[in-house]
Antibody, heavy 118, light 108 residues
Framework: QVQLQESGPGLVRPSETLSLTCLVS?????????WGWVRQPPGKGLEWIGS???????YYNPSLKSRLTISVDTSKNRFSLTLSSVTAADTAVYYC???????????WGQGTVVTVSS | EIVLTQSPGTLSLSPGERATLSCRAS???????LAWYQQKPGQAPRLLIY???SRATGIPDRISGSGSGTDFTLTISRLEPEDSAVYYC?????????FGQGTKLEIK
């Protein structure tokens, strides 16, 4: 059974860098699929952040691209998100999930709350 | 970027009725790579429909998707109290894989 679990600090100071990790169990990232991030500000809808293939190829939302890095560590079967220069607008629940070419997100983590505040 | 517009914003229906949710794309969604998700409070989204009309694993047949090109519909028949949730459409053909703003379905 494939499971995804997000982890990272729940509070980040404005202008600092947000870093989250998604640990995948029950499936080897090296076997394929794209591994992505989606966020949801409080009381609002879903925003696709970006995805990474096991080979390292990435696709980013242009609205975040200048601040965003998604990386993968196949040896630890996990992938990570780094978002720099955060503001209050980056406060959200961050989900990691699995998608593929021609397939939408079929597996999701439970989500982790990140608050940007001083 | 493909913009998805969902309507209505909120739908309030009674158990046993049928819900019809709309998702309109700003440009054609190639290969009908359009998905529908259900999200309940405090939970991650759950995939219901992919390629516009295929049900995901474990989704009952009273939930169906239809449409092509720029106009898509999610239909939920014989509504149950557990169907109360927010429903999102998403296109996954062009990056960024945009979501609609959601339709809130309330069961009276």
């Amino acid at each position: 059974q494939v499971q995804l679990q997000e982890s990272g600090p729940g509070l980040v100071r404005p202008s600092e860098t947000l870093s989250l990790t998604c640990l995948v169990s029950g499936y080897s990232i090296s076997n394929g699929y794209f591994w992505g991030w989606v966020r949801q500000p409080p009381g609002k809808g879903l925003e696709w952040i970006g995805s990474i293939y096991h080979s390292g190829s990435t696709y980013y939302n242009p609205s975040l691209k200048s601040r965003l890095t998604i990386s993968v560590d196949t040896s630890k079967n996990r992938f990570s998100l780094t978002l720099s220069s955060v503001t209050a607008a980056d406060t959200a629940v961050y989900y990691c999930a699995r998608e593929d070419t021609g397939d939408p997100f079929d597996m999701w983590g439970q989500g982790t709350v990140v608050t940007v505040s001083s | 970027e493909i913009v998805l517009t969902q309507s209505p914003g909120t739908l309030s229906l009674s158990p046993g009725e049928r819900a019809t949710l709309s998702c309109r794309a700003s440009q054609s969604v190639t290969n009908n790579y359009l998905a529908w998700y259900q999200q309940k409070p405090g939970q991650a989204p759950r995939l219901l429909i992919y390629v516009a009309s295929s049900r995901a694993t474990g989704i009952p047949d009273r939930i169906s998707g239809s449409g092509s090109g720029t106009d898509f519909t999610l239909t939920i028949s014989r509504l149950e109290p557990e169907d109360s949730a927010v429903y999102y459409c998403q296109q996954y053909v062009n990056s960024p894989h945009t979501f609609g703003q959601g339709t809130k379905l309330e069961i009276k």
